[in-house]
């Protein structure tokens, strides 16, 4: 007497992707941003030379005295290039830091009081209205000292509306949902509500804000050094330099293309480890 043929196993359903290959996959996105954010910060000790030390002919050619050459005073641009960038990264940094806390608390307030996100959207577009190029040049002219504070100030200033926004929008559909209706129908206060109900939500968002900030930081400082506001020589920045040695390009492109280089390899890594460090958007089909 034969058996009854035993049915195949069923096979498991396909989950979603393995946590610890997102978090691989997060890390070598992120990778560039952080290896050039440490070159930037120990690029004073690895300095060959001093910044403000000439050591060959003005834009020299790249020679054993000058890796990269020399720039319109006959400084080495590879030590100027390691000493100009912490600056930099430290500014952009210092208005993304500032620009996503400030839009992320009136963003997610916006949302749940709906007559407090009138008013501040009103005021968003009076203020988007205004051209960025000549609001810096309005407050770093009329502040009462040059340097780089009167820029990062104008590019905070000038940032907020637009990123608030940004986190207004992405926060208003979680507001309305029924756990936070519920939450709010118990009583639940103000900073609850935005703190444990809607900002564990906007991860993604926030995340994704605070790159673009950044970047737009970058821009922000490299468009005003072009406009002779904020780092003023003989300091050493990666836009300044830009901006000196336009001229002799001719004769030593390191000198503009390396710093270039540089500013461009900073904001596309910063935009990827972003993009990488956020988390995954759920969907309804990865939610089954």
């Known amino acids: 007497m034969t058996s009854a043929p035993t049915a195949p196993a069923p096979r498991p359903a396909a989950g979603p992707p393995r946590a610890t290959g997102r978090r691989r996959r997060a890390a070598l996105r992120a990778a560039p941003a952080g290896l050039l954010v440490l070159l930037a910060l120990t690029g004073p000790l690895l300095a060959p030379h001093a910044v403000d030390q000439p050591v060959t002919a003005p834009y020299a050619a790249p020679d054993d005295a000058a890796a990269l050459g020399g720039d319109q005073l006959g400084r080495d641009?590879?030590?100027?290039?390691l000493h100009?960038?912490?600056?930099?990264i430290a500014t952009a940094l210092g208005v993304a830091v500032v620009v996503t806390g400030a839009a992320v608390v009136i963003g997610?307030?916006?949302?749940?009081?709906?007559r407090l996100g009138r008013l501040v959207e009103r005021a968003a577009d009076l203020a988007i209205l205004l051209p960025p190029v000549l609001g810096i040049m309005l407050v770093a002219l009329a502040w009462p000292v040059d340097g780089r504070l009167p820029v990062a100030a104008a590019a905070t200033v000038l940032g907020i509306p637009y990123a608030v926004r940004i986190v207004a929008a992405a926060a208003a559909p979680i507001a309305a949902t029924g756990y936070v209706e519920a939450a709010a129908a118990g009583g639940e206060r103000l900073w609850y509500l935005a703190a444990r109900e809607v900002l564990p939500n906007l991860r993604a968002t926030v995340l994704a804000l605070f790159g673009l900030r950044f970047v737009e930081g970058v821009y922000v400082v490299s468009v005003a050094a072009f406009l002779q506001l904020g780092p003023q020589p003989p300091e050493a920045d990666w836009a300044l330099m830009i901006r000196?040695?336009?001229a002799g390009i001719m004769l030593n492109p390191w000198a503009v293309a390396a710093p270039c280089l540089a500013i461009g390899l900073l904001a596309v890594s910063v935009n990827l480890a972003a993009d990488a460090l956020a988390p995954a958007r759920t969907t309804p089909e990865t939610a089954l």
Request: charged share 15%.
């Open 84 to 88: 100009g960038g912490a600056p930099l």
């Open 108 to 114: 997610v307030l916006a949302a749940l009081r709906p």
């Open 244 to 246: 000196e040695n336009a």
């Open 77 to 81: 641009v590879l030590s100027r290039l």
